[in-house]
């Protein structure tokens, strides 16, 4: 008997303490809509690193951008028996194209150079081969044959590298 009104005052205590658990878990499930902003916020930004990670992995395996002139001219050195016509870097763009043409395009960019060269076809076609041998990789996206005067060829290729940094280094865009 003596117990009981302590009991009693106990089982109210509790009561608070629940009413106050139930109160702060319906404000942390959302309750407070700018709470709720923050933490989706922190969870995108969080996705949005991992994705950027993801990205840059993936563009590891390409031939540096700013080196890619570089490669493209040492193979062509070693290889012997073509000669360089033209080479100019292309405009850079994103790899998604941005929503709109006023949009700034995003990461990761595309750095493509169009590469002109004349030579014999079995040296051509060894040049593409050293270039597909490379412990780099790079996105093809033409390669144009067209013969001058027998023997003579001229080939055209389109190749592209991936990179997370907009500047290209090297050559002045066209």
């Known amino acids: ?3 009981q009104p302590l009991r009693d005052v106990s089982r109210g205590l509790q009561a608070e303490i629940a009413s106050a658990g139930i109160l702060a878990a319906e404000i942390d499930d959302g309750s407070d809509p700018h709470r709720t902003a923050l933490l989706r ?4 930004q969080l996705r949005s690193e991992q994705l950027d990670s993801q990205i840059a992995g993936s563009a590891r395996g390409f031939v540096p951008a700013t080196r890619m002139i570089e490669v493209l001219h040492d193979v062509l050195r070693r290889q012997g028996g073509l000669s360089l016509v033209s080479i100019r870097n292309l405009p850079v763009r994103g790899l998604v194209a941005p929503a709109s043409q006023e949009a700034v395009p995003s990461p990761p960019y595309v750095h493509s150079i169009e590469l002109v060269i004349d030579g014999r076809y ?4 060894s040049y593409v081969h ?3 041998n490379l412990p ?3 996105r093809w996206s033409l390669l144009e044959l067209t013969t001058l005067q027998y ?3 001229r080939v055209r290729l389109s190749l592209s590298t991936l990179s997370m940094d907009a500047t290209w280094l090297g050559v002045a865009s066209s």
Do not use: C
């Open 122 to 125: 079995a040296d051509i076609q």
């Open 130 to 132: 050293e270039l597909e």
């Open 41 to 44: 916020a922190g969870e995108l």
């Open 1 to 3: 008997l003596l117990m």
């Open 136 to 138: 780099w990789k790079f």
């Open 151 to 153: 023997p003579l060829n």
